[in-house]
């Protein structure tokens, strides 16, 4: 945010519009708590210089629903010589009633709007920022900027007119607003241009939307798959919503982006304990004056002790209402307490998962390297050194599923009759790179493994044909990530679950149970699976994958 005038009158002015909007009715925002309806609070505290100027303001409201409690806080902060900040969060304390879907508050779009922030070298907007094809080397220092916190979205116009794909784009961009700079590639000059200065790695194709995180480093190839890819497309097909995961990935970047500074080290006053003091004060000053009462004024004074006594009782009632307000709070702050650990948690058994990924590629790229090694030294002891040269390089692993999904044709012994909206749905979370990449490497060892067994290379099943690797140069998935079966239990109650798609000529219902899967996670809620049946000896000579999505229900996620 820019330095110079203080943006916190701004602030409090337009969320004083957005509350009374909201609840039809003017919104105190003096400092203190404020009760606006039966469970609905409004706290608002500030902080000042030491000349007396505003220095941080903190709105919070707290709205205490039968289904859960919701509660927005807007924070901003003026430093005296450096730059400004607001950040807006809201927080669902989920009561179990319902399952809920929480949107962001109308007011983040208000204050962009407004105050016209900035991210390092990216203005914040509301609407993408028109790009032609002299304005791209300024977005490519923008994406570049090591000052930079946020995302950036980089959309290209397609090459022709297409109505709904400026209206999905339309309705994307302002739930970025904020949370990502958005910028708009007028034209194919423009796309040109761009792909020219940032490399084929991390180009926009016409109709294309990516989303850039911080540190992009336009001269590593494998930083490119980083920055996720929504194709033309996708974004343009009627009953792929896709589109929608934009604002939900840069939104959760957003969160997780650390604060600047200032909002890190502001501080406010404790309004509960001056409350507390203020209370003890007006209890103090009723005893002394009660001890200094002469007697032959008791009948008069007995009047306005009456009336102190009333103050007082009206106090004790505002602090019994504080002290409720403060239980309710500590209660909301446990669970928040608790949300964290869970938080780290996931994120403690994301690390172990890569990091037993890693450490099993590093195995496979071991043996891989022995074997090349013997192989090569075989071949010179042979007189064969030209046969050690390797010209003709594999293709790169697929770096989401959506890419996955447009190279299944590679695969001539696997027939992939999977719910395609499931699978695409794993590209939205964070470990989707590893799992497409997993993914990719057991379909291939499924279609080498049926390759096998139409050779008559094979005796064995695929569980057999990953374990001893019977056949030279064959793919293999590791075997302790495979299940050849479920257990009697999950088949009883959740059997239901496993019955997926499958060619006619194989079951003619056109849907069959499949119980062999592999993991291509191990770790977290989402654990993703991949289920199949092995037909390579039967009427379609190919494995079926019927699925391929998040972990299904078992004993252990009941």
Request: proline share 6%; net charge negative.
């Amino acid at each position: 945010m820019r330095a110079g005038a203080s943006i916190i009158p701004e602030v409090r002015r337009i969320t004083a519009q957005w509350l009374s909007d909201k609840f039809r009715q003017p919104a105190p925002l003096e400092t203190g708590t404020h009760f606006l309806r039966d469970h609905v609070v409004l706290t608002t505290q500030a902080s000042y210089h030491a000349d007396g100027a505003e220095h941080g303001l903190r709105i919070q409201l707290r709205e205490d629903n039968p289904e859960a409690t919701w509660r927005v806080t807007i924070t901003a902060v003026a430093p005296v010589a450096a730059e400004q900040a607001v950040c807006v969060t809201l927080e669902c304390f989920d009561n179990g009633i319902t399952a809920l879907r929480p949107a962001r508050p109308a007011l983040v779009e208000k204050l962009v709007e407004a105050l016209q922030p900035r991210d390092g070298l990216a203005h914040l907007t509301l609407h993408a920022q028109v790009v032609n094809a002299s304005g791209v080397d300024t977005l490519v220092d923008i994406l570049c900027d090591p000052d930079r916190r946020l995302p950036v979205v980089v959309a290209a116009r397609p090459l022709q007119p297409d109505s709904l794909w400026s209206q999905r784009l339309q309705k994307m961009m302002p739930k970025c607003a904020g949370d990502a700079s958005l910028y708009l590639l007028d034209d194919v000059e423009a796309v040109d241009a761009f792909r020219q200065v940032i490399g084929e790695h991390h180009r926009v194709a016409p109709g294309a939307v990516r989303t850039f995180l911080p540190d992009v480093d336009p001269a590593w190839a494998p930083d490119g798959p980083r920055h996720r890819l929504l194709t033309g497309a996708r974004i343009s097909a009627p009953k792929d919503l896709a589109f929608m995961l934009v604002a939900r990935q840069v939104q959760r970047h957003a969160r997780e982006a650390e604060l600047p500074g200032p909002l890190l080290t502001v501080s406010f006053p404790d309004e509960q304990q001056r409350k507390q003091e203020e209370r003890r004060a007006a209890q103090d000053a009723a005893r002394a004056h009660a001890k200094a009462v002469p007697a032959h004024a008791l009948e008069k004074e007995v009047t306005a002790l009456r009336e102190e006594n009333d103050v007082l009782t009206q106090l004790l009632s505002e602090g019994d209402r504080d002290l409720s307000e403060a239980r309710r709070r500590e209660a909301l702050a446990e669970r928040t307490v608790q949300h964290l650990r869970q938080q780290l948690q996931q994120l403690t058994e994301s690390y172990h998962q890569e990091l037993e990924d890693h450490l099993l590629t590093l195995q496979d790229v071991e043996r891989a390297q022995n074997e090349a090694r013997i192989l090569r030294q075989r071949l010179h002891a042979q007189g064969r050194p030209a046969d050690t040269v390797v010209l003709e390089q594999a293709a790169a692993q697929p770096t989401t599923f959506e890419e996955l999904t447009q190279r299944l044709d590679e695969l001539e012994h696997v027939l992939f009759t999977a719910d395609t909206a499931v699978v695409l749905s794993l590209d939205d979370h964070e470990l989707a790179r590893t799992w497409a990449a997993k993914a990719w490497q057991g379909l291939r060892s499924l279609d080498s493994y049926a390759q096998a067994q139409k050779e008559g290379l094979v005796n064995g099943g695929y569980f057999e044909f990953c374990k001893t690797v019977p056949v030279p140069g064959a793919r293999i998935f590791p075997a302790k990530q495979i299940a050849m079966g479920e257990t009697e239990a999950t088949r009883t109650a959740w059997g239901g679950e496993r019955i997926f798609p499958a060619p006619t000529e194989l079951e003619p219902s056109g849907r069959m149970p499949m119980y062999a899967h592999l993991k291509l996670g191990s770790k977290g809620t989402i654990s993703p699976r991949l289920y199949f049946y092995d037909d390579s000896r039967g009427v379609t000579g190919k494995v079926v994958v019927g699925y391929m999505g998040p972990h299904l229900t078992n004993r252990k996620t009941s």
